[in-house]
């Protein structure tokens, strides 16, 4: 395991020495420490960062030589994944299969945006139509510049392919600050991109606090571009403090995402895709879909079937064998959904199962999965995200009520709907105000497609083509045409 920061392709401890704890959720054990970057040091990656772009010619490489670095990085995650699988789960907790398959989705992120990175050069300019024939005018792409990557805990390889990968693909250069709470996968990213020879200061990787390594890249004035994911309220504050520079930025924040099942849905299916929807990742998921509205014919049965099924979840540290539900990711997180479920029964909602301590373990961030019903429509329960393995049911009578209680939240990021009726899902889907949404299933998500929220889940998409557009500058240039004279001042 890794402790120091990359900066400038070189491994470096922090400018005051200091360091902070690995701590494994499913023990509370410390399992390593970390350099804990100082303002310093977030000044020295920005500086190099600056330099690889505006000097070294980072941005001058063609696509095609960019995607070879691009995917000599996917070569060296997969030729680590079952390795770089189990730190993410030492790490963040999450059962060993979910971290395995993170892991290959960031190796295929890198993959993608090398393939975009190609087509960057077959597309070089966009020839634009003037009203005025003695003038010719052409649209061209360019790279932003040095990008301040800031991502959560709950992904923490794939978030960082989610904006490394983009970035490097358009030609910016990147500073990227991980979560405190796990830190390790990135760093061994940075190793990775280290020994796929990618040059000096074209990724740098700080590791700390946010309120340090974190706001020293807000602030810092080489940065052009911000790229969060995280919180509302943090989201909030970086939009504020990026006014100050009019710098470019995306966001991709919260949800309270609802799922409607139809009375025609099958029963089986609909609660496979229910607990898949919140209890995947111990339901730490932005998309996650915790507010769950059944039609009422089949509302009991539903209950009853996904109550039973969510009992038999087995709960335990993510490096076991079987285990579908690992431990929360930090002590701090199990406090606060913990604090959520008893806010709810304050509120008066009722625990279906679930809700506590899982027995048999007196260490680790566990929880159970947790069913409430009842669910008071004002409460916090209802409107205010969780992240934890919470799921609120309720019960609707009409596809107008469904739609009205879905859209009724400050969050836009996902939906979904669950119906036999291909008509009225596609009228539904269409109805809902979110930008990700599915028919017939929750949480799959690809590469290729557009990512991001309505409302106040965030600004801009990640991901596909989009992911791209978003570390790149659109260029107007304008010429006369040979011989013409403008002769406005001088006949």
Same mark, same amino acid.
């Given at each position: 395991?890794?402790?120091?920061?990359?900066?400038?392709?070189?491994?470096?401890?922090?400018?005051?020495?200091?360091?902070?704890?690995?701590?494994?959720?499913?023990?509370?054990?410390?399992?390593?420490?970390?350099?804990?970057?100082?303002?310093?040091?977030?000044?020295?990656?920005?500086?190099?960062?600056?330099?690889?772009?505006?000097?070294?010619?980072?941005?001058?490489?063609?696509?095609?030589?960019?995607?070879?670095?691009?995917?000599?990085?996917?070569?060296?995650?997969?030729?680590?994944?079952?390795?770089?699988?189990?730190?993410?789960?030492?790490?963040?907790?999450?059962?060993?299969?979910?971290?395995?398959?993170?892991?290959?989705?960031?190796?295929?992120?890198?993959?993608? /945006?090398?393939?975009?990175?190609?087509?960057?050069?077959?597309?070089?300019?966009?020839?634009?139509?003037?009203?005025?024939?003695?003038?010719?005018?052409?649209?061209?792409?360019?790279?932003?510049?040095?990008?301040?990557?800031?991502?959560?805990?709950? /992904?923490?390889?794939?978030?960082?392919?989610?904006?490394?990968?983009?970035?490097?693909?358009?030609?910016?250069?990147?500073?990227?600050?991980?979560?405190?709470?796990?830190?390790?996968?990135?760093?061994?990213?940075?190793?990775?991109?280290?020994?796929?020879?990618?040059?000096?200061?074209?990724?740098?990787?700080?590791?700390?606090?946010?309120?340090?390594?974190?706001?020293?890249?807000?602030?810092?004035?080489?940065?052009?571009?911000?790229?969060?994911?995280?919180? %509302?309220?943090?989201?909030?504050?970086?939009?504020?403090?990026?006014?100050?520079?009019?710098?470019?930025?995306?966001? !991709?924040?919260?949800?309270?995402?609802?799922?409607?099942?139809?009375?025609?849905?099958?029963?089986?299916?609909?609660?496979?895709?229910?607990?898949?929807?919140?209890?995947?990742?111990?339901?730490?998921?932005?998309?996650?879909?915790?507010?769950?509205?059944?039609?009422?014919?089949?509302?009991?049965?539903?209950?009853?079937?996904?109550?039973?099924?969510?009992?038999?979840?087995?709960?335990?540290?993510?490096?076991?064998?079987?285990?579908?539900?690992?431990?929360?990711?930090?002590?701090?997180?199990?406090?606060?959904?913990?604090?959520?479920?008893? +806010?709810?029964?304050?509120?008066?909602?009722?625990?279906?199962?679930?809700?506590?301590?899982?027995?048999?373990?007196?260490?680790? /961030? /566990?929880?159970?999965?947790?069913?409430?019903?009842?669910?008071?429509? !004002?409460?916090?329960?209802?409107? !205010?995200?969780?992240?934890?393995?919470?799921?609120?049911?309720?019960?609707?009578?009409?596809?107008?009520?469904?739609?009205?209680?879905?859209?009724?939240?400050?969050? %836009?990021?996902? +939906?979904?709907?669950?119906?036999?009726?291909?008509?009225?899902? !596609?009228?539904?889907?269409?109805?809902?105000?979110?930008?990700?949404?599915?028919?017939?299933?929750?949480?799959?998500?690809?590469?290729?497609?557009?990512?991001?929220?309505?409302?106040?889940?965030?600004?801009?998409?990640?991901?596909?083509?989009?992911?791209?557009?978003?570390?790149?500058?659109?260029?107007?240039?304008?010429?006369?045409?040979?011989?013409?004279?403008?002769?406005?001042?001088?006949?």
């Amino acid at each position: 395991m890794r402790s120091e920061l990359y900066i400038d392709g070189k491994w470096t401890p922090a400018a005051n020495g200091r360091t902070f704890d690995v701590v494994n959720p499913a023990t509370e054990e410390v399992v390593h420490q970390i350099a804990a970057a100082t303002a310093e040091d977030v000044d020295l990656a920005v500086k190099a960062a600056r330099r690889a772009f505006d000097k070294d010619g980072w941005p001058k490489l063609s696509g095609a030589q960019r995607a070879k670095y691009l995917r000599a990085i996917a070569e060296g995650i997969r030729a680590r994944q079952a390795e770089i699988a189990r730190l993410e789960v030492i790490d963040n907790g999450k059962p060993f299969p979910e971290a395995d398959w993170d892991v290959a989705d960031a190796a295929g992120c890198f993959d993608f /945006y090398a393939g975009l990175a190609e087509q960057l050069d077959n597309n070089p300019e966009e020839p634009i139509a003037l009203a005025d024939a003695r003038f010719t005018s052409k649209a061209i792409k360019e790279p932003i510049g040095v990008a301040g990557a800031i991502i959560p805990w709950n /992904y923490p390889l794939l978030m960082a392919a989610w904006k490394v990968a983009p970035a490097l693909a358009a030609g910016c250069t990147v500073v990227l600050k991980p979560a405190e709470v796990t830190s390790l996968t990135a760093l061994e990213l940075a190793a990775i991109a280290d020994e796929a020879g990618l040059p000096p200061g074209v990724l740098n990787i700080v590791t700390g606090s946010g309120s340090v390594a974190g706001q020293a890249i807000i602030d810092h004035r080489g940065v052009d571009k911000l790229a969060f994911t995280g919180s %509302g309220p943090v989201g909030s504050k970086i939009m504020a403090a990026a006014a100050r520079d009019i710098k470019r930025v995306s966001l !991709e924040l919260g949800g309270k995402s609802p799922f409607v099942v139809f009375d025609d849905a099958d029963i089986d299916e609909a609660v496979e895709w229910i607990m898949f929807g919140i209890f995947w990742n111990q339901g730490q998921v932005c998309s996650a879909t915790s507010r769950v509205l059944v039609q009422e014919r089949i509302y009991d049965r539903l209950l009853s079937r996904l109550v039973a099924e969510t009992q038999k979840i087995r709960i335990g540290d993510g490096l076991e064998d079987g285990v579908l539900l690992g431990p929360l990711v930090s002590k701090r997180q199990h406090e606060q959904v913990v604090a959520a479920i008893e +806010a709810a029964k304050a509120a008066g909602a009722t625990v279906s199962c679930g809700g506590k301590r899982p027995e048999g373990f007196d260490k680790g /961030y /566990y929880l159970e999965p947790t069913v409430l019903t009842d669910v008071p429509l !004002e409460s916090d329960a209802w409107r !205010e995200e969780i992240f934890g393995p919470v799921v609120c049911i309720k019960p609707f009578a009409t596809e107008e009520e469904a739609i009205e209680l879905a859209n009724d939240s400050r969050f %836009g990021l996902a +939906a979904a709907v669950m119906s036999k009726d291909d008509v009225r899902a !596609e009228r539904v889907a269409s109805a809902f105000r979110a930008g990700i949404v599915w028919i017939n299933c929750s949480q799959p998500t690809f590469t290729e497609a557009p990512w991001g929220g309505y409302k106040e889940s965030g600004i801009g998409r990640e991901l596909g083509r989009w992911g791209l557009e978003n570390y790149l500058e659109t260029k107007q240039i304008t010429r006369l045409a040979a011989g013409e004279k403008w002769a406005w001042y001088i006949k």
